[in-house]
């Protein structure tokens, strides 16, 4: 493999090295134009062809070609990646791997998180109801709930209250149904009470007394009150007629 090539395919594997942060670890760890890439046991080198060593500081013979820099090379263009060469099994659960930058990164499968998908999601399972999850600020899960559920988790069926229009017509009896009030509400005539105006107001069979020259006695004075009456009793009287002596 002509030696330019594999400089390009080295070169040009995710943009391995650039970082200008002195904290770093990769920051000039590889030397000879090596690509530095961080891994769970810290920065190693991928040597270009006829290099060698922790950094790529030793130079091989000339002539010499280090055939498993070039197998590697090829690996990662066209082989399972730098992520099953230097970190397999990093990420967890079915997450896949990738490389950005310098960095190994995992891509999650639901309902997996974490920079290596160890966690389970706090939103897994808990909506309910085919409720929509998500994590508020404070982290805590909360739930969009559809129009038909309600509650902390969805867990609550909402049941459909009825309107006028759903109602028989005799609903109210002789009232008339609220069409703005949910659940139907009744108008009752004046002779009529209940919630359907299913009752019939008996009117009082009394007969009214009004004042006269005798409904009052002892000299009290009778006022007419409505229905009945009142009277105003002199003193040393009482009573509902000023009938009775006081002591």
């Given at each position: 493999?002509?030696?330019?090539?594999?400089?390009?395919?080295?070169?040009?594997?995710?943009?391995?090295?650039?970082?200008?942060?002195?904290?770093?670890?990769?920051?000039?760890?590889?030397?000879q134009g090596g690509v530095c890439l961080k891994t769970p046991q810290g920065p190693k080198c991928?040597?270009?062809?006829?290099?060698?060593?922790?950094?790529?500081?030793?130079?091989?013979?000339?002539?010499?070609?280090?055939?498993?820099?070039?197998?590697?090379?090829?690996?990662?263009?066209?082989?399972?990646?730098?992520?099953?060469?230097?970190?397999?099994?990093?990420?967890?659960?079915?997450?896949?791997?990738?490389?950005?930058?310098?960095?190994?990164?995992?891509?999650?499968?639901?309902?997996?998180?974490?920079?290596?998908?160890?966690?389970?999601?706090?939103?897994?399972?808990?909506?309910?109801?085919?409720?929509?999850?998500?994590?508020?600020?404070?982290?805590?899960?909360?739930?969009?709930?559809?129009?038909?559920?309600?509650?902390?988790?969805?867990?609550?069926?909402?049941?459909?209250?009825?309107?006028?229009?759903?109602?028989?017509?005799?609903?109210?009896?002789?009232?008339?149904?609220?069409?703005?009030?949910?659940?139907?509400?009744?108008?009752?005539?004046?002779?009529?009470?209940?919630?359907?105006?299913?009752?019939?107001?008996?009117?009082?069979?009394?007969?009214?007394?009004?004042?006269?020259?005798?409904?009052?006695?002892?000299?009290a004075t009778c006022h007419n009150n409505g229905n009945s009456f009142y009277c105003h009793c002199?003193?040393?009287?009482?009573?509902?007629?000023?009938?009775?002596?006081?002591?």
């Amino acid at each position: 493999m002509d030696f330019l090539l594999i400089a390009i395919l080295l070169l040009t594997t995710g943009n391995l090295v650039q970082s200008s942060s002195t904290a770093n670890p990769c920051t000039n760890y590889c030397s000879q134009g090596g690509v530095c890439l961080k891994t769970p046991q810290g920065p190693k080198c991928i040597c270009l062809p006829r290099w060698k060593g922790k950094h790529c500081e030793i130079q091989e013979a000339a002539g010499g070609i280090n055939s498993s820099q070039v197998v590697q090379a090829d690996q990662v263009r066209n082989g399972p990646g730098l992520c099953e060469i230097f970190a397999p099994n990093h990420c967890l659960n079915g997450g896949i791997c990738d490389v950005n930058e310098q960095e190994f990164i995992c891509h999650c499968k639901y309902p997996f998180t974490g920079d290596r998908c160890q966690y389970v999601s706090l939103c897994y399972k808990y909506c309910l109801n085919n409720g929509l999850c998500y994590l508020h600020t404070n982290g805590s899960p909360k739930c969009v709930c559809a129009s038909d559920n309600e509650g902390e988790r969805c867990e609550k069926s909402i049941v459909p209250r009825p309107t006028c229009d759903q109602m028989p017509a005799t609903y109210c009896n002789t009232g008339v149904c609220l069409h703005a009030a949910v659940p139907p509400r009744c108008h009752c005539p004046e002779a009529y009470t209940g919630e359907q105006c299913e009752t019939r107001i008996t009117p009082t069979t009394e007969p009214f007394e009004r004042c006269n020259v005798t409904t009052c006695r002892n000299g009290a004075t009778c006022h007419n009150n409505g229905n009945s009456f009142y009277c105003h009793c002199p003193k040393r009287f009482t009573g509902k007629r000023c009938e009775t002596i006081l002591g």
